[in-house]
C-alpha cells in the first residue's frame, strides 16, 4: 500500500511540473552519453507512469524514448547496457 501511496505522490510532481517542451532540450544526437543515458531513462520512467497511453504528451514521449535509444544502440552496439533503457 504504501508503495502505491508513493506512486501517487509521484504521479500528482509531475502533473505540477510545467511541460517539458517548455524547457528546450538538446537534440539527442548532441547529447553526451551522460545526458542521453539520463534522458533516456527519465523518458522510460515517465512512460512507466502513464495513465492514458493515447495521450498525446505520451506520444510524444514514447517517440523520444525510441530516438534515445536508437541513438544510444548507435553509438554502442556491444555495450550490455544497450538494453537498459
Known amino acids: 500500500m504504501e508503495i502505491a501511496d508513493r506512486s501517487e505522490i509521484l504521479i500528482e510532481e509531475i502533473r505540477k511540473h510545467p511541460s517539458e517542451?517548455?524547457?528546450p532540450r538538446p537534440?539527442?544526437?548532441r547529447m553526451s552519453d551522460t545526458e542521453l543515458l539520463r534522458f533516456g531513462t527519465h523518458a522510460k520512467f515517465k512512460c512507466t507512469l502513464?495513465?492514458?497511453?493515447?495521450d498525446p504528451l505520451m506520444t510524444t514521449l514514447v517517440t523520444q524514448l525510441a530516438e534515445a535509444r536508437a541513438?544510444?544502440?548507435r553509438r554502442h552496439p556491444d555495450l550490455p547496457l544497450r538494453d537498459s533503457f
Open 50 to 54: 502513464a495513465e492514458n497511453p493515447d
Open 21 to 23: 517542451s517548455a524547457h
Open 71 to 73: 541513438e544510444w544502440n
Open 27 to 29: 537534440s539527442i544526437p
